[in-house]
């Protein structure tokens, strides 16, 4: 019969459930949500601001994982919903959500979970973290260019997905490109720092 007093006779300790996320995890959501809202300050005024938020949404989920990269978006979503200036232009507010633009930064959660069930099921290896990256991006586009066609259309007037596209889309494949790029190698460099 076993009992709860080891050979050293200190007495064992209760398994404790893991919580959702530790402490580190925490701190390092939010500091992911934090670099999220600079590389967004980071803009060139367009119809769809040219930022470097796609990068930071990338290198969160590269850096943190699916679960915890998803989080710090979400994290970063609720900070300008609710007022704080985390998006392109020094804006927040959840009228920025509700406008023709903000389909594409809802699209960024959507994106995140997209990379979130891809890892989970395949694993995190550098061609499935580049395809899972890749399928997010897409993810966003076609949400937020579906987004901006319904507000611009009822705001403005009817406009053809062509049009759309060649606003919102077209124009950023190349840098969004680059930023996935960018993110897989400063994820596998600073991987092996970030222990969680």
Do not use: H
Not at 102 to 128: E, H, N
Not at 154 to 179: M, Y
Request: aromatic share 14%; net charge positive.
């Amino acid at each position: 019969m076993q009992n709860n007093v080891e050979t050293t006779g200190e007495i064992a300790s209760p398994e404790v459930k893991k919580s959702f996320f530790t402490a580190k995890e925490l701190a390092f959501t939010a500091l992911m949500a934090v670099i999220i809202a600079v590389c967004s300050w980071i803009s060139i005024p367009t119809t769809v601001p040219f930022t470097l938020q796609t990068f930071g949404i990338f290198c969160a989920v590269g850096l943190l994982g699916g679960k915890r990269g998803t989080f710090a978006v979400l994290v970063y979503i609720i900070l300008g919903a609710v007022g704080v200036p985390v998006f392109a232009g020094f804006s927040g507010g959840v009228g920025v959500l509700f406008g023709s633009t903000g389909g594409y930064i809802l699209g960024f959660l959507l994106s995140a979970i997209a990379y979130w069930m891809i890892t989970k099921a395949f694993g995190d290896k550098l061609p499935v973290m580049i395809i899972a990256m890749a399928v997010g991006l897409l993810v966003c586009y076609a949400f937020g260019t579906a987004w901006f066609m319904f507000v611009y259309a009822k705001n403005t007037g009817a406009i053809g997905l062509t049009t759309a596209l060649g606003w919102c889309v077209f124009p950023f494949i190349i840098p969004d490109a680059v930023k996935i790029a960018c993110a897989i190698l400063l994820t596998k460099r600073l991987g092996k720092y970030v222990k969680l």
